[in-house]
């Protein structure tokens, strides 16, 4: 496998694939590479010739008050991972490669950002938007797949291919989850023992609440909502950021539960922020 550090030397590995006809399937992430990842990596080798997995916490799509200086680093974990699961290359480009001198342009999502963790954390969408189109710029890849933990993501990211005319397929991918039900996430480090106990039932509350609309004994929309944060405030001890029922992938309120839908939600621990969903069958 190929660590690659600069722009330039990724635009040349990537335009050789291309010119030896190879699809490329690419995976990006912001690295502490776990099984959720893999997923994603296993996913990308279905659909393409060769995988590439780019590893960059990227500043833009943290705020001021998040936790950008702690998230989770792992370079020599990372680089055994991907290439143990297939990886051909693996682009950890340094923020000043990235950003070598302030933006003076970049992505701004007007749909899809006044609902879910873009209502509470606004700016992130930019973040996220602008540094996926500069790696899609970057390696041009055939597919790039993304996790439904963050469906608010995937959906936006698919408008903007979309919008952008952009030649990528966006593959979404399942959520992998820990055997008791915990959404894979590498924030989950950073819970007490305490916490990791109580924070499957954050997913356990949300298969219920998806049970009772399917029965009818709840509707969709607000009555569900209420439902869930009620259950979570009896259960949790993080404060509950947000619980959402909407249409996926429009995100916009339900009119009904014959809709595509899905119910997500955000809580907030001492040192960790963790987001999970749950979908219509």
Known sequence: MKIIRTVKEMKIYCRKLHEDKKTIGFVPTMGYLHDG?????????????????????NPLQFGPDEDYSSYPRDEAK??????????EALFIPPVAEMYPSTLGTKVSVIEGTDVL??????????GV??????????????????????????????RMVEDFNLD????????????????????????????RAEAPALYRILGEAKKLIESSELTAGEETEQWVINQLQ?????????????????????ASAEAEWIIAAAVQYQNARLIDNITKS
């Open 168 to 195: 990528v397929e966006i593959v979404p991918a399942p959520i992998v989850r820990e055997a008791d039900g915990l959404a894979l996430s590498s924030r989950n480090v950073n819970l007490t023992s305490a916490e």
């Open 129 to 158: 938007a602008t540094v996926v189109l500069k790696l899609f710029e970057i390696i041009k890849p055939d597919i790039a797949v993304f996790g439904m933990k963050d469906a608010q993501q995937t959906a936006i990211l698919k």
């Open 234 to 254: 009896q259960t949790l001890s993080a404060e509950i950021d947000y619980v959402q029922m909407l249409t996926f992938p429009e995100l916009k309120p339900p």
């Open 37 to 57: 990842h893999v997923s994603l990596m296993n996913e990308a080798r279905k659909h393409a010739d060769s995988l590439i997995i780019s590893s960059f916490v």
């Open 78 to 87: 990372d680089v055994e991972t991907a290439e143990k699961h297939g990886a």
């Open 117 to 126: 963790c873009g209502e509470s954390r606004p700016g992130h969408f930019d």
